[in-house]
């Protein structure tokens, strides 16, 4: 069964840090990887996909990259600010066939000023 | 705007009183999902709808039902709620992207369910 684990589980950084932070699965296999962002008590918001052909993918501040052979993929956020603060989900996709995403714990991520 | 939507956003309800969470998106995906999130468990799929009247299991279906008469609603039904169904639900949809046949998701906002 697949497990997803997430490095740190939280992490509290000041302001303009580079900051990684790590996602692995038990079961390489990973067919497609979403990472999102959680703010308190709200939804999932989409921040990368990371396609079944792709190792990597950039927006903005934000890095994601995704080694398949090792299960592993990181999350890189440049220069990180105070509102980058929320819990970081990242998700794997198993088959082409299907949508379903595996999620990990999260690493909830707190920027000071 | 595209989007997800749920409702209620908040329920309280009481053991074995049937109710039911809308899940309506405007982007035309074909697919759709129901997850709940507990605390140390993550996010875990109820059940999945892979296109109008077509519904299958996801990992933990026990105590909900679904169905998709329309393609871009998709409810929950707990026909007779418990205690340990108190959690985070949240609906998705997604389309797969071409060529890669990767899908790529997007949720709604969450409804908070207490069952007391």
């Known amino acids: 069964k697949q497990e997803v684990t997430q490095i740190p589980a939280a992490l509290s950084v000041p302001e303009g840090e580079n900051l990684v932070l790590n996602c692995s699965f038990t079961?390489?296999?990973?067919?497609?990887l979403q990472w999102f962002r959680q703010d308190p008590g709200k939804g999932l918001t989409s921040l990368l996909l990371?396609?079944?052909?792709?190792r990597e993918q950039t927006s903005g501040r934000l890095n994601a990259s995704l080694d398949k052979s090792s299960g592993r993929s990181t999350l890189y956020i440049a220069a990180s600010q105070p509102g980058d603060s929320a819990t970081y989900l990242c998700?794997?996709?198993?088959?082409?066939?299907?949508?379903?995403?595996?999620f990990g714990t999260g690493t909830r991520l707190q920027v000071f000023p | 705007e595209a989007q997800v939507t749920q409702n209620p956003r908040y329920l309280i309800t009481v053991t074995g009183k049937k109710l039911t969470v809308t899940c309506s998106q405007n982007?035309?995906?074909?697919?759709m999902s129901w997850y709940r999130q507990d605390p140390g468990l993550g996010l875990r799929q109820i059940y999945y709808?892979?296109?109008?009247?077509?519904?299958d299991k996801g990992d933990v279906p026990e105590g909900y039902k679904v169905s998709r008469k329309e393609k871009r609603n998709f409810p929950l039904i707990l026909e007779s709620p418990s205690p340990n169904q108190t959690s985070l639900y949240f609906c998705?949809?997604?389309?797969?992207?071409?060529?890669?046949?990767?899908?790529?998701?997007?949720f709604g906002p969450g409804t908070r369910l207490t069952v007391t």
């Open positions: 998705a949809s997604s389309f797969e992207k071409r060529p890669s046949r990767s899908y790529e998701q997007y």
């Open positions: 079961d390489s296999a990973i067919y497609n």
């Open positions: 990371i396609q079944s052909s792709q």
């Open positions: 998700a794997g996709g198993e088959s082409y066939n299907t949508d379903k995403l595996i």
């Open positions: 982007m035309n995906h074909e697919y």
């Open positions: 709808s892979m296109n109008v009247e077509v519904t």
